[in-house]
């Protein structure tokens, strides 16, 4: 099988690592690449936003399986022009992609569907002086929401009116966000511990993936700014079989009918961002792609042959039995520029990522080639993965740590704390 990687970050070299484990793969291209996916299968240089060129270079290489990773060239409808040409593709359409595009459109398909989530009123750029006045009577904490796509960045929790009506002004006043802000949601804050389950579909049947759990907080204990993720650790304690069998039947499954139901089938991976609170589970987000770094942390804990797994949901009929969990514990470090995620410097070379402990993987993210050196060239920098094929998170948190400590580069920031919400 000749399969096409859309990507460049830590969650593509994940997808490229485990793709190439399957003995169904002929050749693995990746669009445009990092580093980390060159060792693996081969870069193309291509714009990722060159959607005809992209159809052009399938069809030359006579490529069967199209992997869009980021959220982005889904959203632009990627999927759709491949699909167009008769390539097979894992990942939703444009419309279905919406629910990721859009946090207004899945508040409505959960309302459709009967879905648990937080409550919230939605407010227009032109509406700033209302929603000011809304929040001097809302109860706090409370969340601040970018309508659009943020980066993982459009979520602001207030603890009382003067950071909400900050967090206002930023998005509809500042345009930090641009066009993503035009609309915001102003939500109720669930109280509980966050989880995320992906689940990978045909747009009808589904298989999910062990639970993980992440940290979005550039600093420890969870405070200072969201990022679009600084580690994650999997599987997640809190979400027990039960508890999973649950999102299963109350979130994933009458959310793919509704979506099916207004001609938006969704094909692809399914990330389901969750609260588990005292009254159940309630989603905080979806988005239409795997995440970054919950991939990096969930991916080395599967058996089988996830190509088969890929393809046969692009083809339609989801193969239940092509991947199962292999029973172990995996913990991902994010190692991030100084500065992120705000300004940061580029170009330090990266000391250590020879000689590294076998259980332990490095995923490319923001990094490149340069003068046969590999240097930062991003805010998120590597992601530092402990695969331990018994599930014991404490010991494989200190084999990732232990890990970290033998890589450096210039400002290097990596958080401390990464699965200690797990350790009971």
Partial sequence: MRVLLIGSGGREHALAMKITESKKLKSL????GNPGTAMIGENIDHDITDHSTIATFCVENKIDLVVIGPEQPLVDGLANVLRENNIKVFGPD???????????????????????????????????????????????????????????KGVFVCSDSKAAEDALRSIF??????????????????????????????????ICLPASQDHKRIGENDTGKNTSGMNAYAPTPIITDVLME???????????????????????????????????????????????????????????????????????????????????????????????????EKGFEIIGLDNLPEKIIVFHAGTKEENGKIVTNGGRVLGVTAVNPKNELSSTRDMVYKAVSKINFGNMYFRNDIGNKGIK
């Fill in 29 to 32: 291209y990746i669009l445009p």
């Fill in 94 to 152: 444009k419309e279905a992609a919406e629910i990721e595009a859009h946090k207004s459109f899945a508040k409505s398909i959960m309302k459709t569907a009967g879905v648990p989530t937080s409550t919230y009123i939605q407010f227009s750029s032109k509406m700033f002086n209302t929603a000011k006045e809304y929040l001097k009577s809302k109860k706090y904490p409370c969340v601040v929401k970018a309508d659009g796509l943020a980066a993982g």
């Fill in 173 to 206: 006043i500042d345009k930090i966000f641009g066009e993503s802000g035009e609309k915001v949601l102003i939500e109720e804050f669930l109280e509980g511990e966050e989880a995320s389950v992906l689940a990978i579909t045909d747009g009808e049947d589904f």
């Fill in 246 to 344: 649950e999102i299963k039947s109350r979130i994933i499954q009458p959310t793919l009918k509704a979506l099916s139901d207004t001609n938006k089938k969704f094909i692809g991976c399914l990330y389901v961002g969750l609260m588990i609170t005292k009254e159940g589970p309630k989603v905080i987000e979806f988005n239409c792609r795997f995440g970054d770094p919950e991939a990096q942390a969930v991916l080395p804990l599967l058996k089988g042959d996830f190509l088969e797994l890929l393809y046969s949901a692009a083809k339609g009929k989801l193969n239940m039995q092509a991947i199962e969990y292999s029973g172990g514990s995996a913990v991902c470090v994010v190692a991030a520029s100084l500065g992120y995620p705000d300004e940061y």
